[in-house]
């Protein structure tokens, strides 16, 4: 995966978790933004880092000095990897919100598709119709734990953000 690849992967990431009209800005001269989005009467302007080391102090100054350009009045910087003390504390100062261990997007939905998909066969094509509901139940309570727990992870990010980078 490069660079690029990453910026769709967090837009689809953006709009998984409510973001509205994510899209990229362009290849070259984007002032440093990747992604502008909307999200409660707020537009985002988002810089995509994809490293393989803590992301540094460039990144926020990136999108920070993006904003304007691009009509934004909240800032966010999206990493697979993590941040910098440097990076924290200057995110703080500008209000600029930070996502680390971004990795992938959209790929639980898919799974859940595809077994639903075999499940839904074995029932029609086997004589196995009970253990093919019973691990179509089990499926479905660890769907559901497993989007329990990412929204969980969700409220304590955002939960951090806002203890860590306060809106006025």
Do not use: W
Not at 4 to 12: F, G, V
Not at 94 to 111: C, I, P
Not at 129 to 141: D, E, K, N, Q, S
């Amino acid at each position: 995966m490069n660079g690029k690849d990453y910026e769709k992967r967090c837009a689809d990431y953006l709009r998984a978790h409510g973001y509205r009209h994510a899209r990229l800005t362009g290849n070259s001269g984007d002032y440093g933004v990747d992604i502008v989005a909307s999200k409660r009467r707020h537009r985002y302007a988002v810089q995509c880092k994809f490293y393989s080391r803590p992301v540094g102090v460039a990144a926020v100054q990136q999108v920070v000095g993006g904003m304007a350009y691009y009509g934004c009045d909240r800032a966010l910087v999206i990493t697979n990897s993590t941040f910098t003390k440097q990076a924290r504390e200057l995110a703080m100062s500008n209000e600029v919100e930070l996502l680390d261990n971004v990795r992938r997007a959209g790929n639980s939905r898919l799974l859940m598709i595809l077994f639903t998909a075999a499940v839904m066969l074995l029932l029609m094509f086997t004589e196995y119709r009970t253990y093919a509901l019973a691990a179509a139940g089990a499926a479905a309570v660890i769907a559901l734990f497993v989007l329990y727990l990412r929204r969980r992870a969700i409220r304590e990010i955002r939960e951090y953000n806002t203890e860590y980078n306060p809106r006025p």
